[in-house]
């Protein structure tokens, strides 16, 4: 299930904020080369899953289901941190999270925080972190945009939603926080989500034809959304039948 609600994003004065440093977004041709070795066998033409979700949509529970059935690695924000400081402490990767700048402020004046949109030197460790991972074997990636970084035609790209109505009662389960601070947070965290893919990779994580899969999991379940992308990882959706991206 979703981790603990953060607090909520904060508002800072335009004069309070340090200088834009623009990134190039990351392009199709900056996405990880495919893999042909036995260290990560294809299953169903497919190497890696890469779950999107919607904030108390229960994606987590989902992906780890999915990778718990395969005997794949999980990696989520938290193990992907691992990784790059792994990388970082071997020398492997340079350290560039100290450079100056932050895409979360806006002209507005308001700023995501900090705790849900990265600072715009980790998307490259992020990167070399998943292509570290995808060199280990097969993998469930969850959030990062994994996604948009690994190879198109070796990844299974799922989103899972849920109205709000259920996913406030979901968080509201696991954690307390209900009514509209629920609400709130869960916003925060959906659209610190979007504006991270679209800045960085200039995707649109709202839109569907992103994705091979998007799964409802209040009409179907956990388990059933588990078994769904069981299915598709053996192969009935064939990466041959899908549009180049």
Known sequence: MEKPIRPEPKIVPAAGRPPLVRAKPLGPEDRIAPRRDATTPALGGLRYLAVSREAGSGGEDVAQAVASRL?????????????????????????????????????????????????????????????????????????????????????????????????????????????????????????????????FFRHDLTDPHEFDLVINVELCGQQRAANLLLGALSGRIAPSARAPQ
């Not at 895409?103 to 900090?114: K, P, Q, T, V």
């Not at 926080?177 to 991270?196: K, M, N, T």
């Open 71 to 199: 005997g794949w690695g999980v990696y989520d924000k938290d193990r992907l941190d691992d990784v790059i400081q792994q990388l970082l402490i071997s020398g492997t990767i340079l350290d560039t999270a100290d450079t100056p700048g932050d895409w979360g402020h806006e002209s507005s004046g308001s700023a995501i925080d900090r705790n849900l949109v990265p600072h715009e030197g980790y998307v490259p460790q992020l990167v070399q972190a998943v292509a570290e991972v995808s060199k280990r074997g097969n993998a469930v990636f969850i959030g990062r945009a994994a996604q948009f970084i690994l190879p198109r035609d070796e990844t299974l790209a799922v989103r899972i939603v849920a109205s709000e109505k259920y996913r406030i009662l979901q968080i509201t389960a696991h954690t307390g926080v209900a009514g509209a601070a629920a609400l709130q947070s869960i916003r925060a965290q959906d659209e610190a989500r979007r504006r991270f893919a679209q800045r």
